[in-house]
C-alpha cells in the first residue's frame, strides 16, 4: 500500500466522484478526510471507508472560505497527525444561459469550485511548507473549462480558472517539492446523467453492468472508479516529477491535455492596423480559427437517443 502513513483531505467527497476518489486513497493506504454539506451523506461515505478497511473522519462544512480551509486541515493534522495530499473535489452547478443567470447563480459557483480550491489549496500548502512535506495538490478540472459548453458561464469560468492556478501552482510549489496538477474527468455524474446522449452508459452504470464499449473506447466515458486510479497515483511518491499538468481519465481513456499554445503566428512590420486586419485576417486565419464545445461521434444505432450537437 503506497500512501501507507499518508494523510488526505478530499472535498466534496460524501459521493459521487469524491466518495470515488476518498475510497481510492484509503484502499492504498491513507488516512482520508470526508467532507460535504450534508451529515449523513457525509457519515455514510465514512463509513463506507472504514467498511472497506480504511481509516476516515468526517467534516460537515461548505467548501469556499478561509475558515472552512483551515476547519478541513485542523482536522487532519488533529486527528492523523499530519496531512500530505489535498484533492479539491468540492462543486456544484447552477447551469443557465447567460441573460439568465443571476449574480447569485454566478457567485454561488465560484465561491465553491474557484475560491473552495483556492482557500484549502492556499491553507494546504502553508502546512506543507512550513512542516518541510513535499505534498500534493490535486485539483478537479472539467471538459467545460476546457472547452467551454452551452449553459455554463460560471462553471467553465471556475474550471478554467483552476487550471489557470494550477500551473502558477507549479511554479510557486516546486522549490518546496510540492506537485499541483487537474485532473479532467468524464464520468457518470449528477450532470451527465441528464444527457440523453449517455443515457445508456449511465443506465448500465447503475445496474452494476460494464458500460457499453462505444463510451469507454470511443468517448472514454465511464464511472468513478476509471478516475480514482489516476487520483491515488498522482498522490504517490511515483508522480514527484509531474506538476502543472492537466490529465483527462475517463472509460478506457487516458489523456495530457496540451497547455494553450498559439495555433497561428504572422508578423507584420509596423504592426496590425484596423484596415490590415480586415483585408488579411480572413486569409491568414480563417481557415484555422478554433472551435467551441465538444464534438461527440454519433452514437451507435443500437445506443441511440436524442442526441445534442455538442456537449461541453
Not at 457567485?107 to 513535499?134: M, Q, S, W
Amino acid at each position: 500500500m503506497n500512501l501507507s502513513g499518508k494523510v488526505a483531505i478530499v472535498t466534496g467527497s460524501g459521493r459521487g466522484l469524491g466518495l470515488a476518489y476518498a475510497r481510492e486513497l484509503a484502499r492504498q493506504g491513507a488516512a482520508v478526510v470526508i467532507n460535504g454539506q450534508g451529515t449523513e451523506s457525509v457519515t455514510d461515505a465514512v463509513r463506507t471507508v472504514e467498511a472497506d478497511g480504511g481509516r476516515a473522519v468526517g467534516v460537515v462544512v461548505p467548501v469556499g472560505s478561509t475558515k472552512s480551509a483551515r476547519l478541513l486541515v485542523q482536522t487532519a493534522v488533529e486527528t492523523f497527525g499530519r496531512l500530505d495530499i489535498l484533492v479539491t473535489n468540492a462543486g456544484i452547478l447552477r447551469d443557465k444561459s447567460l441573460l439568465k443567470m443571476t449574480d447569485e447563480d454566478f457567485d454561488d459557483v465560484i465561491n465553491v469550485h474557484l475560491k473552495g480550491t483556492f482557500t484549502c489549496v492556499r491553507e494546504a500548502f502553508g502546512y506543507f511548507k512550513e512542516n518541510g512535506i513535499a505534498g500534493r495538490i490535486i485539483t478537479i478540472g472539467s471538459p467545460t473549462g476546457q472547452r467551454g459548453n452551452f449553459g455554463q458561464t460560471n462553471y467553465a469560468a471556475a474550471k478554467a480558472g483552476i487550471v489557470g492556478m494550477v500551473r502558477t501552482w507549479a511554479l510557486e510549489m516546486k522549490k518546496a517539492g510540492v506537485t499541483a496538477n487537474a485532473v479532467i474527468p468524464v464520468a457518470a455524474t449528477a450532470m451527465t446523467k441528464t444527457v440523453p446522449y449517455f443515457q445508456k452508459a449511465v443506465e448500465a452504470d447503475e445496474r452494476g453492468e460494464t458500460m457499453p464499449a462505444f463510451f469507454r473506447h470511443e468517448l472514454g466515458f465511464g464511472t468513478a472508479d476509471d478516475v480514482a486510479g489516476l487520483i491515488a497515483f498522482l498522490a504517490s511518491d511515483s508522480a514527484a516529477g509531474i506538476t502543472g499538468q492537466v490529465i483527462g481519465a475517463g472509460g478506457d481513456r487516458l489523456q495530457l491535455w496540451t497547455h494553450p499554445e498559439a495555433a497561428v503566428t504572422e508578423y507584420r512590420e509596423g504592426g496590425w492596423g484596423y484596415q490590415d486586419l480586415v483585408e488579411d485576417f480572413g486569409t491568414l486565419f480563417g481557415d484555422k480559427l478554433q472551435s467551441v464545445g465538444e464534438d461527440f461521434l454519433p452514437l451507435p444505432e443500437e445506443l441511440n437517443t436524442e442526441q445534442p450537437a455538442k456537449i461541453g
